[in-house]
């Protein structure tokens, strides 16, 4: 089975609060998660909320929970029963005892937004991302197909790589068929497979609404931007904002929109190999955003991540800023990479406590007395100050 970093800190979380919020993707792992955390806890209750049979038991939920005080309940796909929470927060009341409750949300933000009203000041929050590089160390699967893959496990652990292309497109279908109209969605299938396939070709691009507006037929910059909020509320998209420095200069003020798993990256774009990748033009913002996504995995819980560019050319691609201090990140798909006046300026411009080039090479070396190349093998390390 995968190690996933995340286990540590629910444990952590729960042995500090009575319940925990566990979001994540719909197949990213969240419930093989919860089962091996519940079979550390004695008599685990574990219901899917989407099986109506489950949903019976919590007919007379206040009852239920009663009951069920000494022990942990676990609450899978929550999402399809929002007003639980409502009777969580009297419960909760009644018995303050950290580790009562896990509650496991695919794919909605919303969801997080709704507990947060209800159970402010009583819940832990945690988000289970795809496959990071160093939970993978111990797979039968080559780490390097994690890139072409991406890191949701049943595509990571396929047969082969068509097995995986095919269980992405799978997915990619049903998410946007099924799990799209039951948070409520209403927005045509087909309209958003067309939102979701533009910001594949512009991945690791500024955000543009007007643009992409009018490529879908004339569809309003607004709405566009609510297609937008949608795929990055569902966990889909990454919009990384710019980062704000008062170095008196002109700065980029657009977004940059990311596809978060490149597996489902290369899917919408039809890539199926790593030969059709390496010849594809979006190889190198392929490159960019997943390794973007295992820097944002090994960060510090409370990190914040930006991008830096000005109209003069100063440009960082990741800016890690976590306790006033800020980590710089530029990523080249080179076995050589090399670095312009641009980094050299945003480094001065942020003034950041170290920086790294992150890019495929055997063996880090310094480049300056604070920056290093590393390989994205080394992120957790770098992460850690090691």
């Not at 209403?186 to 958003?192: D, Q, Y």
Request: proline share 6%; net charge neutral.
């Amino acid at each position: 089975m995968l190690h996933r970093k995340l286990l540590a800190d629910l444990r952590r979380r729960l042995a500090l609060q009575p319940a925990a919020v566990l979001l994540g993707p719909r197949q990213v792992g969240k419930t093989t998660l919860a089962r091996v955390l519940a079979a550390e806890y004695p008599d685990t209750v574990v219901l899917d909320l989407e099986r109506e049979s489950d949903r019976a038991r919590l007919a007379q939920s206040e009852a239920f929970f009663a009951r069920h005080r000494g022990r942990l309940v676990v609450l899978d796909e929550v999402q399809a029963l929002p007003e639980i929470f409502s009777v969580l927060r009297p419960e909760i009341d009644a018995d303050r005892r950290p580790g009562r409750f896990l509650l496991l949300g695919s794919a909605s933000r919303r969801l997080l937004r709704q507990s947060s009203e209800s159970l402010a000041g009583r819940v832990a929050y945690l988000e289970l991302a795809p496959l990071l590089i160093e939970e993978v160390g111990a797979a039968p699967v080559p780490a390097s197909s994690l890139w072409l893959r991406g890191g949701f496990p049943p595509s990571f652990t396929a047969r082969d790589d068509a097995a995986s292309f095919a269980w992405r497109g799978d997915f990619i279908q049903t998410f946007l068929a099924r799990d799209l109209p039951q948070l409520g969605v209403t927005i045509p299938a087909e309209t958003l497979r067309r939102f979701w396939r533009m910001c594949a070709h512009l991945h690791g691009c500024l955000f543009n609404a007007s643009q992409l507006g009018a490529a879908l037929g004339g569809v309003a910059h607004a709405t566009v931007g609510r297609y937008l909020d949608l795929f990055v509320d569902t966990l889909m998209l990454r919009r990384l904002e710019p980062h704000f420095v008062n170095v008196g200069k002109r700065l980029v003020k657009s977004p940059k929109v990311y596809v978060r798993d490149s597996g489902v990256l290369h899917a919408l774009l039809n890539i199926a190999t790593i030969d059709d990748l390496s010849a594809h033009p979006i190889v190198g913002q392929s490159w960019e955003g997943f390794v973007i996504e295992q820097i944002v995995g090994a960060a510090p819980p409370l990190a914040e991540f930006s991008f830096y560019r000005t109209a003069a050319g100063a440009e960082m691609d990741l800016v890690v800023t976590e306790g006033g201090r800020s980590v710089g990140y530029e990523i080249k798909l080179s076995n050589a990479p090399k670095v312009g006046k641009g980094f050299w300026h945003a480094c001065e411009d942020l003034g950041v406590e170290r920086a790294y080039v992150v890019a495929p090479v055997a063996e880090p070396y310094p480049l300056a007395e604070n920056v290093e190349v590393i390989s994205p093998l080394m992120l957790a390390g770098a992460a850690a100050g090691t």
